[in-house]
């Protein structure tokens, strides 16, 4: 008879549920070039050997091109310049990791591309590479605060209609002079709520029993101000005692170009800030997917340590994912207007990389009378990499198959969690100029169309 055997085999396939290694930006091992190569090679055979990845973001079919093309058709055929190459297309939208990879942890293959690419850049940037344009870009608040008061200025002078200007701008910095750009308002969501406040609804169903307290995010509090107005405003409409927190950048960007010191510093801060509302029975609501991300799961795993970013985490809902939830709970308050026109949701990456479902169709459905109807293929856009010169082609060339889709919905607006995707794939319908080319849609978040429906917006 033989032995039964001590520990199971390895199983194929995603058959456990997948979890991510702790981020070990503070050990020097990580940064070693050499040992993150090394590491490149091998997870890029196994995707090599699989490729179910091929049709997510152009990192795959760069990968996949260059292996087939080396003189070996193996990964020993490749190297440090064809690993750039990959690096540069990947927007860490986190897909392959979630919704394709067979291969993930706890599988001993141990895949996880998206954050090999971190490393990658981190290791990279560590060792002196640096973007000075993508830096720039990258600080939103200071960007936000320096555009506030000359708002109309800034906005004029980026606009895509301002050839002379934006060719400038696309020779000195590189920023492609066909992207859009977005804009800055000299008020911000953070004056706006300060100028209005916002008594909870007495007769609303969760009165009394929800405190929020809203991250407003740079990009709404400096470019979407709407969107932080109608969060606040539907929430205290539910009897939601609301709060308008926002200490500072989630720095996403920072994480995007590998300043994962810069990421950490932010993230105690936050969390610190955070700390007094969570101790007090506030639940945190982000206006952002990728804000929504970086507090839920990026940060607990670069300071997992940290207990403020742990309660934080737990305590952090998406704004359509908190407003499902308190109509399961309490029921929503009465008022909503049937709608007509359509809206189409996009899924945005970093809103799927939650796992929590497609939150936003699932509350505009809650609109009577509205179509609602789902998108679910990447937009391409990923931060700057969807404005730079040397990326603007390829961020389009990713959307194109999404804004097709969006298009032949046929509905007046466009939402998503995301509001540089809506901005994207917006861009890309109305910049269709085949002669059937089809209308393009209005963007808003969610949120926004949430609330024109209960009239407060």
């Known amino acids: 008879m033989s032995e039964t055997p001590t520990t199971s085999p390895p199983r194929e396939g995603s058959l456990d549920a997948p979890f991510r290694r702790p981020i070990l930006w503070r050990d020097d091992d990580y940064y070693d070039l050499d040992k993150v190569h090394a590491e490149l090679q091998r997870q890029f055979d196994v995707c090599h050997t699989c490729r179910r990845c091929f049709n997510l973001c152009d990192s795959f079919p760069r990968m996949f091109d ?26 860490l939208c986190d897909m392959c990791f979630l919704t394709k990879c067979p291969y993930v942890p706890p599988h001993p293959f141990d895949i996880d591309i998206p954050h090999l690419i971190l490393r990658y850049r981190a290791s990279k940037r560590r060792a002196g590479e640096k973007e000075w344009v993508r830096e720039q870009l990258g600080e939103t608040d200071r960007n936000g605060k320096l555009a506030k008061p000359v708002a109309g200025l800034a906005n004029w002078a980026t606009a895509r209609s301002n050839t002379p200007l934006r060719k400038l701008l696309e020779a000195i910095a590189k920023i492609d002079a066909e992207a859009e750009l977005p804009k800055y308002h000299s008020k911000t969501a953070t004056d706006r709520l300060r100028n209005d406040p916002l008594a909870p609804n007495p007769a ?21 101000p709407n969107t932080a107005l109608a969060a606040a405003r539907v929430l205290a409409l539910q009897g939601c005692e609301v709060r308008l927190v926002y200490p500072e950048c989630c720095k996403m960007p920072q994480l995007e170009a590998g300043d994962l010191a810069t990421v950490a510093g932010a993230a105690g801060r936050v969390a610190k800030a955070f700390a007094p509302y969570v101790a007090d029975g506030y639940d945190v609501v982000a206006l ?53 026109g359509g809206a189409t949701v996009h899924h945005a990456c970093h809103a799927r990389a939650q796992n929590m479902g497609a939150k936003s169709a699932e509350m505009l459905r809650m609109i009577p009378g509205l179509k609602v109807d789902l998108v679910e293929r990447c937009s391409g856009h990923g931060g700057t990499f969807g404005v ?3 990326t603007h082609a390829v961020a389009n060339k990713v959307g194109r198959p999404a804004a097709r889709q969006v298009a032949g919905k046929g509905n007046d607006v466009l939402c998503s969690d995301c509001p540089l995707a809506c901005k994207h794939l917006v861009q890309l319908i109305a910049d269709d100029t085949t002669p059937d080319a089809p209308k393009a849609p209005t963007e808003a978040h969610p949120i926004e169309v949430f609330a024109r429906a209960y009239g407060v917006l």
């Open 204 to 224: 609303g169903p969760a009165f009394g029993l929800r405190k929020v307290a809203v991250y407003a995010t740079c990009f709404v509090d400096y470019n979407k």
């Open 66 to 91: 260059a292996i087939d093309e080396s003189a070996t058709g193996e990964v020993d055929g490749i190297g440090a310049k064809e690993h750039a190459h990959v690096a540069e297309a990947c927007t």
């Open 388 to 390: 730079m010169k040397g």
């Open 288 to 340: 952002t997917a990728s804000c929504g991300l970086m507090m839920k799961f990026e940060w607990p795993l670069m300071l997992p340590e940290d207990a403020e970013v742990a309660r934080l985490s737990a305590a952090t809902k998406d704004i359509c994912e908190y407003v499902v939830e308190l109509s399961k709970a309490y029921g929503l308050a009465p008022g909503l207007q049937a709608s007509e």
